[in-house]
């Protein structure tokens, strides 16, 4: 029995290492009367995406720095911040669009 419950632990700890980091934020620019979500998501491998209203407007690795696309017609720009700890590791990523701070995304991951 502890032998069953062991091995799903172990495999739950595999699935979340391995799982993508996602997190959101609302957003209302000063051209618009609308609010803007803001969704990003980080691969394990540090690939990243960044959304404004569930279109992809960031696409890149964490490692390059800033990492750069647009939103109709909308610079965007996405700075990410790494931080490792004993048993998580979290990044915090500030999102601007047109060189206006959107909103700072949070992501952890908890070993």
Known sequence: ML????????ASLMLSACASQLASAPYRPAHSDTQWLID???SPSYEASFFV???LAVKGR????MIRGSYKGHPVSVMCKHTK???STDDDCDVFIDQELATRL??????
């Open 3 to 10: 032998k069953v419950i062991l091995s799903g632990l172990t």
């Open 40 to 42: 990003g998501k980080i």
């Open 53 to 55: 209203n569930g279109e």
């Open 62 to 65: 964490l490692s390059d720095g």
């Open 85 to 87: 700890g004993l048993f």
């Open 106 to 111: 949070h992501f952890s991951k908890n070993y």
